[in-house]
T-cell receptor, first 112, second 112 residues
Framework: AQSVTQLDSQVPVFEEAPVELRCNYS??????LFWYVQYPNQGLQLLLKYLSGSTLVKGINGFEAEFNKSQTSFHLRKPSVHISDTAEYFC??????????FGTGTRLLVSP | EAQVTQNPRYLITVTGKKLTVTCSQN?????MSWYRQDPGLGLRQIYY???????DKGDVPEGYKVSRKEKRNFPLILESPSPNQTSLYFC???????????FGDGTRLSIL
């Protein structure tokens, strides 16, 4: 069965520092990957998606992710984080029939 | 405004008392899904629907029912809730294909 792995359950970082949230997927065929963000007491909001094409994907709020087929990774990055980026981040793969397989999430904690 | 609306947002109830969580979308999306979110497990799909009167099981369907009588609505039914169904539930919709899913704000169920 396909799986998505987010190795870091929590990532603490200082404001204005860069951050990378790691995600690895298991699919070996066509890959469709997403990053979602969940702010407290809210639903999931799409940050960015990879369907095909360029391996560097830019999303909202200054985030970007790089698709790496050889390493089966789709890490999320931001060069300078803000306090308002504190949230939980989920990596997900669309395995077909609108089924999203999610990672277990990474809580990003940005402190002053 | 395009949105997925879930009701109620919070519910505390007792074992065995039937309940329904409603979900409605105003984007004319064909696909709708229900997920549950549990700490350390991420989100897992309960049921999905590809169109009116077309539904299928996700990864964790036991104890749940759904119906899709109208395109915009996709209620989640717990006929005899049990404490292990205490969770945060999300409804999502999409246009289909590999498009991103749009999520509601969630329903937090506590079953005592």
């Amino acid at each position: 069965a396909q799986s998505v792995t987010q190795l870091d359950s929590q990532v603490p970082v200082f404001e204005e520092a860069p951050v990378e949230l790691r995600c690895n997927y298991s699919s070996s065929v066509s890959v469709y990957l997403f990053w979602y963000v969940q702010y407290p007491n809210q639903g999931l909001q799409l940050l960015l998606k990879y369907l095909s094409g360029s391996t560097l994907v830019k999303g909202i709020n200054g985030f970007e992710a790089e698709f790496n087929k050889s390493q089966t990774s789709f890490h999320l990055r931001k060069p300078s984080v803000h306090i308002s980026d504190t949230a939980e981040y989920f990596c997900a793969e669309d395995t077909g029939f609108q089924k999203l397989v999610f990672g277990t999430g990474t809580r990003l904690l940005v402190s002053p | 405004e395009a949105q997925v609306t879930q009701n109620p947002r919070y519910l505390i109830t007792v074992t065995g008392k039937k309940l329904t969580v409603t979900c409605s979308q105003n984007m004319n999306h064909e696909y709708m899904s229900w997920y549950r979110q549990d700490p350390g497990l991420g989100l897992r799909q309960i049921y999905y629907s590809m169109n009116v009167e077309v539904t299928d099981k996700g990864d964790v369907p036991e104890g749940y029912k759904v119906s899709r009588k109208e395109k915009r609505n996709f209620p989640l039914i717990l006929e005899s809730p049990s404490p292990n169904q205490t969770s945060l539930y999300f409804c999502a919709s999409s246009t289909g294909g590999r498009g991103p899913q749009h999520f509601g704000d969630g329903t937090r169920l506590s079953i005592l």
